[in-house]
């Protein structure tokens, strides 16, 4: 009976931890659809987000957290251009995909914004609350958007009072 309980345990453990790896890798993820003005970037005379030239899209989210957006895409814009037209990122890290969505690859991605070769932009502030959307675009033209915490954010997931720069979470309800 002891091996009877023994295997069942181990047999019960293992198919947690697949479920697990499966709920988290692949299950709450859905593509998303191109619309045509999926990438945006700030513009440094409006302040409003301005659809940009960009091809070959693809982009993942997820309802289960608003950090979970990753797109790729290529755009025959310079890096003087953007530099000149666009609102910049600082400190900007790319947020790991899942293995299967393979065009975005964020080591290689952080590695190049350290070296200068890729620059981010911000494409919308406040997407939810909280939450930046951030593209890095290539010397090369290969682009990647993700979500990041602003600093509203980061206060507001981790305890601290958000204070009255940040804005009213009601604005925010209904979003992810």
Same mark, same amino acid.
């Given at each position: ?9 181990? #047999?019960?453990?293992? /198919?947690?931890?697949?479920?697990? @790896? @499966?709920? *988290?890798?692949?299950? #709450? @993820? ?9 990438? *945006? ?8 987000? !301005?659809?940009? +030239? ?13 950090? %979970? ?10 890096? /003087?251009? +953007?530099?000149?037209? @666009?609102? /910049?990122?600082?400190?900007?890290? $790319? ?13 290689? +991605? =952080?590695? !190049?914004?350290?070296? =200068?070769?890729?620059?981010? #932009? +911000? ?18 033209? %290969? ?17 601290? $009072?958000? =204070?009255? /720069?940040? $804005?009213? %979470? !009601?604005? #925010?309800?209904? *979003?992810?």
């Amino acid at each position: 009976m002891g091996q009877f309980l023994a295997g069942f345990t181990v #047999f019960a453990a293992l /198919a947690a931890g697949g479920a697990m @790896y @499966y709920l *988290q890798v692949y299950a #709450f @993820y859905d593509e998303i659809t191109p619309s045509g003005d999926d990438v *945006q970037l700030v513009s440094l005379v409006s302040g409003e987000p !301005e659809p940009i +030239l960009f091809d070959d899209f693809r982009a993942i989210d997820a309802d289960s957290s608003p950090i %979970r957006y990753r797109a790729c895409f290529t755009t025959p814009m310079s890096h /003087a251009l +953007l530099s000149e037209t @666009y609102e /910049a990122v600082e400190k900007a890290e $790319p947020r790991n995909a899942p293995v299967w969505f393979d065009c975005f690859d964020a080591e290689a +991605l =952080g590695a !190049e914004l350290i070296e =200068g070769t890729a620059l981010t #932009f +911000l494409s919308h502030k406040n997407i939810a609350y909280g939450v930046d959307r951030v593209v890095a675009i290539t010397e090369d033209g %290969r682009g990647y958007a993700w979500h990041e915490l602003n600093e509203c954010g980061a206060k507001a997931y981790d305890g601290s $009072p958000v =204070g009255e /720069a940040c $804005p009213p %979470r !009601e604005e #925010f309800e209904g *979003q992810n």
